[in-house]
């Protein structure tokens, strides 16, 4: 199964490791976004990384990085995506923004193109019931940052086909990943679980019960966690984890999603984590 070119919808943090990942896995990559300035911060983004995994990754069979970069064609215009094979749609934890995308990739891409939705929440059932490919759809969670995760929770619409996941499989394969197959409920498994921990950590930073490092202290040190959930929502973004709390909530109408007011005034004070240089950490 070849992917010649591969679409990648949204250059934010997600779509940067996206494309990166892809140009080192020999893809040509399609990056869209609706802004050329953020198309520009994303370009040099991508490169910065890229000549800082050729550091850490020392040895034969490095390519020199304008051989990567050359194999991303940054773009606002869907229209380069009509010889597209797969696409990844990363745009921001709104539902009002996602279904604006999905009917324009239809119009353009062709007919064996599989859609993929890097959603943390949102139902692929939902993003599916918008486009004219409900059979085409499925989840793909990847993690962050995506070239050093080599897992992606994928997740099974209501109308996913076994082709569908079988092609994401093998897509997957050729940026050297592999994937667990799950369900379609908003979360998932990955995030009904892990939003509800940042959420409930933020309540104790909140209600004093330990500032953000011990907290953080606990989960690595008794528990052998890499990283403390706090530590994790400044790296996934705030907004993002509010955005992700904010869908859990109103899809479930169940209290134990409701956000934390600390985690509400952060985000809405521009403290969203590493992006932004603050969160429940500062970063030079």
Known sequence: MEFKQVGVVGAGVMGIGLAQNLAQTKHQVILLDISQEVLDKAMKTIK????????????????PV????????????????????????????KWEIKKE?????????????????NTSCISITKIASVTDRADRILGMHFMNPVPMKPVVEAIRGYHTTEK????????????????????????FVSNRVLMITV???????????APAAD???????????AMGP???????????????????????????????PLLKKMVDAGLHGRKSGEGFYKYN
């Open 48 to 63: 910065q990384n890229v000549r800082l995994s050729r550091l850490y990754n020392k040895g034969s069979g490095q390519e």
């Open 66 to 93: 304008a051989d990567v970069m050359a194999r991303i064609t940054p773009t606002t215009d869907y229209a380069l995506f009509k010889n597209a094979d797969f696409v990844v749609e990363n745009a921001v934890e």
């Open 101 to 117: 995308i999905y009917p324009q990739l239809d119009a353009v891409c062709p007919e064996h193109c599989v859609f993929a939705a």
């Open 164 to 187: 569908t996941i079988e092609t994401a499989k093998a897509f997957l394969a050729g940026m050297d990943k592999t994937c667990v197959v799950v369900n379609d409920m908003p979360g």
């Open 199 to 209: 959420n409930e950590a933020a309540y104790l930073v909140q209600d004093q019960v």
């Open 215 to 225: 907290v953080d202290e606990i989960f690595r040190s008794c528990f052998g966690h």
């Open 230 to 260: 706090l530590e994790t929502a400044d790296l996934i973004g705030l907004d993002t984890i509010l955005y992700s709390i904010d869908v859990l909530y109103e899809s479930y109408n169940d209290s134990k999603y409701r956000p934390c």
